[in-house]
C-alpha cells in the first residue's frame, strides 16, 4: 500500500508540473496575442482624435480593426482562456493531492517509528 502511494504521490507531483508549464505556455500566447490588439485599439484612439484626411483614416480603421478582429476570433477559436483557467484548476487539485498523499505517507511513517520505538 505505501508503495502504491508513494507512485501516486509522484504521478500527483509530475502532472502538476505539466500543468503548471500548460498553464504558463498558454498565459504567454494569451499576453503575446493580447499586446496587438491593447496596442491597435490604441492606435485608433490617436489616429480618430487627429487631423488627417477622414478618407486615410477610414481605410486605417477598417485594416486595424479588422487585425483585432481575427485576433480575437483566434483566441476564442482556440479556448485560450478555458486552457489557462483549466490548467491552473488542475494544477492547484495536483498539489493538493500531493500534499494530503505526503500526509498520509508521514502519519504512516511516523507511526512505524513509534511502533519501532515501543517493540525495543
Do not use: W
Request: aromatic share 10%; hydrophobic share 35%; glycine share 4%.
Amino acid at each position: 500500500m505505501l508503495k502504491t502511494l508513494k507512485e501516486y504521490r509522484d504521478r500527483c507531483y509530475i502532472n502538476s508540473i505539466l500543468c503548471e508549464a500548460s498553464y504558463i505556455y498558454y498565459n504567454t500566447i494569451n499576453n503575446i496575442i493580447i499586446f496587438p490588439t491593447i496596442l491597435g485599439s490604441s492606435i485608433l484612439t490617436c489616429l480618430n482624435s487627429s487631423n488627417i484626411d477622414a478618407d486615410k483614416i477610414k481605410y486605417i480603421n477598417i485594416a486595424i480593426n479588422g487585425v483585432i478582429t481575427i485576433i480575437l476570433a483566434i483566441t476564442t477559436q482556440y479556448k485560450i482562456h478555458d486552457r489557462i483557467n483549466a490548467f491552473k484548476a488542475h494544477q492547484i487539485k495536483y498539489t493538493k493531492l500531493n500534499h494530503s498523499i505526503e500526509g498520509i505517507l508521514n502519519t504512516k511513517k511516523e507511526e512505524e517509528i513509534r511502533y519501532c520505538n515501543y517493540g525495543e
